[in-house]
């Protein structure tokens, strides 16, 4: 793999420094802004860094600039400003890396009783939003720097497979997730989209894991629900990825050597005057040596390399990014000799590569009352299978390939503007062109031809909303997003209302939004008449906050999906997709409900010790034309998640946790497969996604060790996946070797040993 030739070179240069570096004290610098959402800095705001008894207190100067010292530990960060809601997080202080930080407060709802309700920005903040800070996404176990996989320990979200972060997200198929960087749509940023698939081939969402490492990232959420009008295009629901800026003021370092490979970053300032930064990192992984350990995997070769960099000028008044990220992935499996066959694959010799990249610029430009966001992106990417046997079970096809090719520019621009203390309002518009080929060939069969489809589409999404507090406690943001596709008379305006009362004690939200999604593009290549899926999303929440940092989220909710596309008399509907063939034919004849109710209660890291723990239980159904209601594909019927972790600290320089996740996920749903008196297995249409999988039961464990020294933190840490080596449920399919339905198995106990240092 030669798309990153200089691996080498950046390995030595790190440990080289890595060897040479100097030190000072075991305390780092914090430091940051504080704003308002329009970009204008707030002087005066109170900085708490909060530990235990001891708290470090200092207020922001003119520009919204803090700094502060204080010793490697983990704390509570807590900044107020009157008229304005509290600020929390956790913030883990290490020797080796300092901390820069770009808060936002918006304007406090309530005075009622002098109390002022918070939302801290690393808990579930209710209304169907989930917030990913990197630093929960860097302790939970097994979560492999995946923002996605993270995502796992909040109810409501479950995996489609043990090897890939495809989502399904309250029920809904994983392809009706819309991806977003920098505020911008992109393609599907993740390496390997074959990965946990019947077929071996890539599916439209997911991935054996995201080509942004969480180390990247900042301020990610992942909505579940009715989203405000900035957000379109999407049924199911949004990953909305931000990436964070470098330091400004000083040069650091991250090394790190595992069992999946090696992992490198940089950041610093590009200039003297400290107006500007630079970010990068690089990662190459392979499962060579999992596999040379007796792990079983499947037999296969899989490895993958990303590169990513944000680069920032910060001005007064304006701040400008420019950002990328690129990769390479491969998946190889060789036929087994005849005598040692035991499945079908083992017939197979396969390969499957994937490359693409992601690039963009997004400016921001404050003024006194209006914050204006401009923005573009490119994104691409190439993906090919091949696959040849000297066995052939269909057909007499002994090789079949395909090559997909898939593009898209994306544009938009924003304007906020605050009319006053209580009215805000925002409007924008985004534009994005995409163009999705595929080459589709087989040999081994006359009758067999080569296919070859393009699909090109245009998107025009204009907004507005508004936002505004009716009283004190009272907030309602309401907007309309129209839904344009060029050539097409299927236009759509999709209205959004979110109102959120703020108590003394708790709040309650209730949203609810219309919204369109374009059907995927290879599913247009065959079907290209389909309008866009439409789901009517309604949400209520009640969040309520006690003591020692717990707080408790309980939220009902009802997805509504039409224009579905479907194969009229037939059970076959896009509501289930996720790695099946397409057909022609389909028309927007299916529909699909979900309904459920979830609960969550969390204390975040505070005192050294943190605790997440929810579930939720709910249904997922789906029909095509005026057929019976009937389970879906994803009809799993609840969820079960408890996460936690403890550290214990030595001499204020040694650390050690241990970190915990159970998962336990109702079975995904499958067809009956029935041989005819032709000797040919097929699908039991007419009883579709009638059989339920086995339940899914899951033990993941993480223990790290952490030192900090002058100038540098040391870290040794041991991820164990599975750790009671469940062999779940993966799916079901008819082995033509062994003439026989089987239900494949998911991964078994997976340890992944880590080594990293942060200069």
Known sequence: MTIFPYTRLFLFCMLVAVAGHA????????RGRVVQPNGQPLEGASVQLQRQADTVTVTTDSLGRFFMTAPAQRYLLRVTFVGFRPHEQELLVSAGKSTALEITLTESTTVLAGVEITAPSNLSSGSGRIAIPIEKALRLPAS?????????????????????????????????????????????????????????????????VNMLSAQMLDNTQLIVSAAPATYGNYAAGVMDMQLRDGNRYEHEYTA?????????????????????????????????????MGIPLGDEQIDFQDLSFQLAWHKPKSHTQWFGVGGTSRNDFEAKPLDEREVEKDAFTIRYR??????????????QRTTWTVGAAVSAKEQDRAARTDQPFVFGVTQDAFEAVDQLVSGTVMGETALSGRWRISYGAMVSWQQWQQVVSAEGNPSTARRDVTVRHQLYQPWAAAHVMLRDGLTLETGLRAHIARGSAASQLNPRVLLTWQKPRSTWTLSSALNSQTQPLVVLGDNPLLKPIRTWFS???????????????????????????????TNTSLFNFFDEAITAGLTNSAAGRVAGWETLAEKRFQHQLYVMAGGSL???????????????????GYTANVSGGKEWTRKKEKTFGLHLRSLALGGQRTTPIVVGTDGVPRADDANAFAQPLG??????????????????????????????NIQNDGFQYYDRLQQRVVIQRQLGIIPILAYRVDF
């Open 23 to 30: 030190g000072a004290q075991v305390e780092q610098t914090v």
């Open 144 to 208: 492999y720097f995946d923002p996605l996989r993270a995502a796992l320990s909040h109810p409501g979200i479950a995996q489609a497979s043990d090897q890939a972060n495809s989502l399904i997200i309250r029920g809904a198929s994983p392809t009706g997730i819309l991806w977003r960087l920098n505020g911008l749509d992109i393609l599907n940023p993740n390496h390997l989209a074959n990965a946990g698939t019947l077929s071996d081939k890539p599916v439209t969402s997911g991935g054996g």
């Open 256 to 292: 790190q050597v595992s069992l999946l490979g090696i992992d490198g970053a940089a950041e610093g300032p590009l200039s003297a005057t400290h107006n500007s930064s630079y970010l990068i990192n690089y990662r190459y992984s392979t499962l060579g040596l999992l596999s040379q």
């Open 354 to 367: 994937q490359q693409g990249f992601t690039t963009g610029v997004l400016h921001k430009h404050h003024g």
């Open 539 to 569: 949400n209520l929440s009640h969040a309520l906050p006690w003591g020692n940092g717990w707080r408790w989220t309980n939220q009902a909710y009802y997805h509504v999906f039409d224009e579905v596309a479907g194969l009229p008399g």
């Open 618 to 636: 709910f249904r997922s159904r789906y029909r095509v034309g005026e057929s019976a209601w009937r389970s879906s594909r994803f009809d799993g």
């Open 695 to 724: 339940d899914y039961v899951r033990l993941d464990a993480r223990l790290v060790w952490r030192k900090n020294k002058p100038g540098y933190t040391r870290s040794l840490s041991l991820d164990i996946q599975n750790v009671l």
